[in-house]
């Protein structure tokens, strides 16, 4: 079982930078990698970025690469999404989720946190 708890979301108007947290707990971590999803009302849950626990190696949607950067803090189990260049269109929750197989596959994932209000205003 893995438990997944995020923060850092809010209220940010567009230009600004906002880093979301996630806190991961539970048994064999390091045999998963981590992903961070999105979902704005009325749309589907898309893949935004993931990260492997072990090498750190990181992948991003095209529509947030070069503005936001995954990493991790093995020692912490920590979880991070810095968001910078913040735009209307990023205004989601955003969830946490590790998983196993395919990155951008939301079904590869088990666990999910309980996602974060992100908000991004003219």
């Known amino acids: 079982q893995v438990q997944l708890v995020e923060s850092g979301g809010g209220l940010v108007q567009a230009g600004a930078s906002l880093r979301l947290s996630c806190a991961a707990s539970?048994?064999?971590?390091?045999?998963?990698?981590m992903g961070w999803f999105r979902q704005a009302p009325g749309k589907e849950r898309e893949f935004v970025s993931r990260?492997?626990?072990?090498?750190?190696?990181?992948y991003y949607a095209d529509s947030v690469k070069g503005r936001f950067t995954i990493s991790r803090d093995k020692a912490k189990n920590m979880v991070y999404l810095q968001m910078n260049g913040l735009k209307p269109e990023d205004t989601a929750v955003y969830y946490c989720?590790?998983?196993?197989?395919?990155?951008?596959?939301?079904?590869?994932?088990?666990?999910w946190g309980q996602g974060t209000q992100v908000t991004v205003s003219f």
């Open positions: 989720a590790a998983g196993v197989g395919v990155a951008i596959v939301r079904s590869s994932y088990a666990y």
């Open positions: 990260i492997t626990w072990s090498g750190g190696n990181t």
């Open positions: 539970g048994r064999a971590l390091s045999s998963y990698f």
